[in-house]
């Protein structure tokens, strides 16, 4: 019988919204990554692991790799949650050498990756991403328009504002995967 689980790291609720639609629709328990203790993986087969992308890093990947040891005989999803479309060749791209630089080899071969794209409110940044916002936004207007892909044009448009890409439907792959 597989027993799956969602565990979460979210700073702003995107990746926790992904994560309540998962654990929904597989009728599992959900857990916040801090503090989840590593004994509690003991009682399931399958871990689903979601963490928001901030600076070409995943939130709460640590503890994902600090309890290798113990995830080393179960199923490990990871799905990040991000604002930039995934099925833009370059940026799942990115995720990955960025996840490449981060797992452990024997992690990056046996892990099961989703990439979500989630959204972003500038009221509720703190202010590390608020600042990082602001430069990328300023090296944006520095280019020359022509040269700016869809992305950054958006970026540009929505600068300061609330934008939400969440889509339910974007997890089913991952729940078939968690199911099988």
């Given at each position: 019988?597989?027993?799956?689980?969602v565990?979460?790291?979210?700073h702003?609720?995107?990746?926790?919204?992904?994560?309540?639609?998962?654990?929904?629709?597989l009728?599992c328990?959900?857990?916040?990554?801090?503090?989840?203790?590593?004994?509690?993986?003991?009682g399931?087969d399958?871990?689903?692991?979601?963490?928001?992308?901030?600076?070409?890093?995943?939130?709460?990947?640590?503890?994902?790799?600090?309890n290798?040891?113990?995830?080393s005989?179960?199923k490990?999803?990871?799905f990040?949650?991000g604002?930039?479309?995934?099925?833009?060749p370059?940026?799942?791209?990115?995720?990955?050498?960025s996840?490449?630089k981060?797992?452990?080899?024997?992690?990056?071969?046996?892990?099961h990756f989703?990439?979500?794209?989630?959204?972003?409110?500038?009221?509720?940044?703190?202010?590390?991403?608020?600042?990082?916002?602001?430069?990328?936004?300023?090296?944006?207007?520095?280019?020359?328009?022509?040269?700016?892909?869809?992305?950054?044009?958006?970026?540009?448009?929505t600068?300061?504002?609330?934008?939400?890409?969440t889509?339910?439907?974007?997890?089913?792959?991952?729940?078939?995967?968690?199911r099988?």
């Amino acid at each position: 019988m597989n027993r799956p689980v969602v565990i979460y790291s979210s700073h702003y609720g995107f990746t926790e919204r992904y994560a309540r639609w998962i654990a929904r629709d597989l009728g599992c328990p959900i857990f916040p990554a801090k503090p989840f203790p590593a004994q509690k993986l003991a009682g399931f087969d399958t871990v689903i692991f979601g963490g928001g992308l901030y600076a070409g890093g995943v939130s709460g990947i640590r503890q994902l790799i600090a309890n290798r040891k113990a995830l080393s005989s179960k199923k490990v999803i990871l799905f990040t949650c991000g604002l930039a479309d995934p099925f833009v060749p370059d940026n799942a791209a990115h995720i990955r050498a960025s996840l490449e630089k981060t797992l452990p080899p024997e992690m990056m071969e046996s892990i099961h990756f989703y990439h979500l794209r989630g959204g972003i409110d500038y009221s509720r940044l703190n202010f590390v991403h608020r600042s990082m916002m602001a430069m990328l936004q300023k090296m944006l207007q520095k280019k020359d328009p022509r040269t700016l892909g869809p992305e950054d044009l958006q970026l540009l448009e929505t600068y300061g504002k609330r934008i939400d890409f969440t889509d339910p439907d974007s997890i089913k792959p991952l729940v078939e995967d968690a199911r099988t």
